[in-house]
């Protein structure tokens, strides 16, 4: 196969390639050989060396921009040209601004202070247990249990007020660094011994911590101490570097704090993958089904087959919080559903799986096929197959596909999916984590479409219950998700976070309702959401958004009517609303007109509709039972 | 004075002080380039210290004010550790 291989080139020779391709104004193929080379090295050398090309790049390559702000006790500097170096990676144009040394305290409680000025969309609050908390990291042998109280008392009052004030200025996310642990405590084996150690009390502090995160919206842990401890307190620290210039960790650590970092800005930026889909043989076992047979392959809990075990189990849980799983294996089908159904070790069973592509069809088109099935775009899957020429043939011929490198020894197969950034999340809504029935639920209303002979028996055939209500603190998560993750079917693609709904709400004259929809198969969830705003006699639409699991089921026009009663009864005469296009929003595009609004306006973004409540009504389907509820405000 | 060593040396210094490797010289240092700041002089010495796979001491760091000189602590500390 012709492929735009390079992986014979060591990293001086990658750097030459990609000098030469953007002298030749080959932006993309550059690009991508910069994703290789950051691959391949992950140091401070290269991450400058990457950085700088991206900067000449930027301009060519379609990438989103983000601002992230640091407020920090300790030397970060180092740090970010990593950071931006992986944040280019991800397709994320990201700008960096640091706080000036130990002035977080001044950056947080003035107004006019640089943080603000910066306008960041996220920031994180990186101190140190040394910093914050000097009498439990250094002193704490000269305290008494309750000095030991009142100072943790303390530290997380400091917080709290951080917090608060920074709330009342900013709508950015805010991401904590939690407290870590001494590398051994000030009493030495006697730490474990007692009621109040040295470890009890940080430990305490970092509960608080994650409790008073946990209050507020767009407010996350970092768990520090964990990623400190992970890499190995003992060899986390460079003593010299902290005396010196305030660095506190070693040079071999300093990728793991930026990789730690991106790992928030991956789900922050929207740049996750919503499945996952996998290869069958030497990937979820050891071995070639078609010529090993069932007793041959390597799958179980004992070595070598407890390899490939373990990666099933790192599926399962991206599975358990919402991640679909699929597969797309060159095999004969009927070999390969024998073992997913009946060999004794898998832990994946059939059901695990929204989508397979079972075939000797090439992978690329396959991934096509199944991001199709699922109704998602190709951006949205990653994959993950041991054989590095699928790998690459994959990303030459969908390059919106997000590959997972794995490493040739199975042994570390678990680790690669579980240390992937694309599968991280910050929240989870109770759909992420029912997802996978709900997608089995999609698959058998398909095969009903198919033998129901007219399109309203059709929707007859599928009982659908509609349940409409307004905002409430409970579906404030889910409803932020719909408005920042959904694509295809958004009016206008006003992406929201919880904290901005929250306010918009709160202002007179606007109104936020969810839509819940159930039918014979299933209950799809919190499906839709739809805000709008009164002004005089006319109400408009600012957001409208379906997801793509309940599209074609004239859901949209049960909540359409339901909108328009709403508007006609607070008085309205009018209903407006934009209909903005994106790349990925042509499902939307004739839902005004078809439900005969008139075009207004046309503005080089979108075009303006709008309908005349008193004459026209939106009725509602006759075979979508809608209920109203009231809200919890 | 352009050992294997060396060029290595120059090769970090120019990825990250973001010079060509012809305008670095053995007599480089920050008196004679403008991008070679504290910030650019710690992330040089990190850059350094993932290379090489060591830490300098404090007393090494601040001998290391020249290309020249970064060269021969580094070629001190190899063959110190070997």
């Not at chain 1, 775009?377 to 041991?386: H, I, K, N, P, Y």
């Not at chain 2, 020249?68 to 001190?76: F, L, T």
């Given at each position: ?169 900013s709508?950015?996310h ?14 030495g ?5 007692v009621?109040?150690?040295q ?10 911590l994650q ?23 003992a ?64 799958l ?22 919402g ?53 998602i ?10 054989d ?42 109770e ?8 997608y ?44 920042s ?8 693609s ?6 901005q ?55 949209e ?16 005469r ?7 296009p ?24 979108g ?12 009725s ?14 | 004075?352009?050992s ?63 290309i ?9 500390k ?5």
């Open positions: 196969m012709a492929l735009s291989q390079s992986g014979r080139l060591n990293v001086a020779e990658l750097r030459q390639e990609i000098d030469r391709l953007m002298e030749r104004g080959e932006a993309t193929r550059a690009s991508h050989l910069l994703s290789e080379l950051w691959t391949k090295d992950n140091t401070v050398s290269t991450a400058t060396f990457i950085v700088s090309r991206y900067e000449q790049l930027r301009p060519k390559l379609n990438l989103l921009p983000y601002r992230m702000a640091i407020l920090r006790s300790f030397t970060v500097e180092p740090i970010v040209p990593l950071l931006r170096a992986g944040s280019f990676h991800a397709g994320i144009d990201l700008t960096v601004h640091m706080s000036d040394f130990n002035a977080h305290v001044q950056e947080i409680l003035d107004p006019k202070s640089s943080l603000y000025g910066f306008a960041p969309d996220v920031v994180f609050l990186a101190v140190q247990t040394r910093d914050v908390a000097p009498e439990l990291w250094r002193d704490y042998a000269d305290l008494n249990s309750e000095q030991v109280q009142s100072a943790a008392t303390r530290v997380v009052g400091d917080f709290r007020s951080w917090v608060s004030n920074f709330r009342a200025r709508k950015a805010l991401i904590i660094h939690n407290l870590e642990q001494p590398s051994v405590p000030s009493c084996i006697l730490d474990g011994q009621a109040n150690g470890a009890v009390a940080i430990q305490q502090i970092n509960r608080r409790a008073l995160a946990a209050e507020r919206t767009g407010v996350y842990i970092l768990d520090y101490d964990s990623l400190v401890a992970r890499h190995g307190r060899h986390w620290h460079d003593e010299r570097k902290w005396l010196t210039v305030r660095l506190p960790m070693a040079a071999e650590n300093l990728n793991h704090v930026a990789k730690e970092w991106l790992k928030f800005l991956h789900p922050l930026t929207g740049k996750v993958a919503k499945t996952v889909v996998v290869d069958l043989d030497n990937t979820l076992w050891g071995g070639v089904i078609g010529e090993d047979g069932m007793a041959g392959i390597e179980g809990t004992e070595y070598p087959g407890v390899y490939f075990h373990n990666l099933q189990r790192a599926l399962l849980d991206l599975h358990q919080r991640i679909l799983l699929a597969i797309c294996s060159k095999n004969n089908l009927d070999d390969a559903l024998e073992a997913l159904k009946n060999h004794a070790g898998m832990l994946l069973k059939p059901s695990h799986f929204a989508a397979m592509r079972i075939n000797w069809t090439d992978k690329a088109e396959n991934l096509r096929a199944i991001a199709e099935e699922l109704n775009g190709v951006e949205s899957l990653a994959f993950l197959d041991d590095p020429t699928e790998c690459q043939q994959v990303r030459s011929q969908v390059p919106e596909v997000f590959v997972i490198d794995l490493p040739s020894d199975p042994r570390g197969f678990a680790q690669a999916v579980r240390e992937s950034p694309v599968f991280e999340r910050l929240v989870l809504s759909e992420d984590q029912r997802r996978g029935a709900i089995q639920a999609h698959r058998d209303r398909q095969e009903l479409a198919q033998t129901v002979a007219s399109r309203d028996d059709f929707y007859r055939s599928l009982q659908q219950e509609a349940e409409i209500a307004p905002l409430t603190k409970a579906s404030l998560t889910r409803i932020a998700q719909l408005t993750k959904t694509n295809q079917f958004n009016l206008t006003r992406r929201y976070t919880e904290q709904i929250s306010e918009m709400v709160s202002s007179p004259g606007c109104d936020c309702f969810s839509i819940r929809v159930r039918d014979r198969f299933g209950d799809n969830g919190l499906v839709g959401v739809a805000i709008t705003r009164f002004e005089g006699q006319r109400c408009e639409i600012d957001t409208l958004v379906l997801s793509c699991r309940v599209i074609g089921r004239t859901v026009t049960a909540f359409l009517s339901f909108i328009a009663d709403h508007a006609r009864k607070l008085g309205a009018r209903l407006r609303g934009w209909f903005l994106t790349t990925k929003n042509a499902p939307a595009r004739d839902f005004y007109a078809s439900h005969s609004f008139t075009p207004l306006e046309q503005n080089g973004k075009i303006l509709w709008e309908l005349n409540l008193s004459q026209v009504p939106v509602c389907p006759e075979w979508v039972k809608v209920t109203v509820r009231n809200g919890d405000r | 004075m352009t294997p060593l060396f060029e290595r040396v120059r090769g970090i210094a120019e990825n990250v002080l973001k010079l060509p490797g012809s305008q670095i010289t053995a007599q480089s240092s920050p008196e004679t380039i403008a991008s070679w700041d504290s910030v650019q002089h710690l992330n040089l010495i990190l850059a350094l210290e993932q290379e090489f796979g060591c830490q300098f001491e404090p007393e090494e760091i601040d001998q290391m004010n020249s020249d000189r970064i060269h021969s602590v580094v070629q001190n190899l063959n110190h550790g070997s």
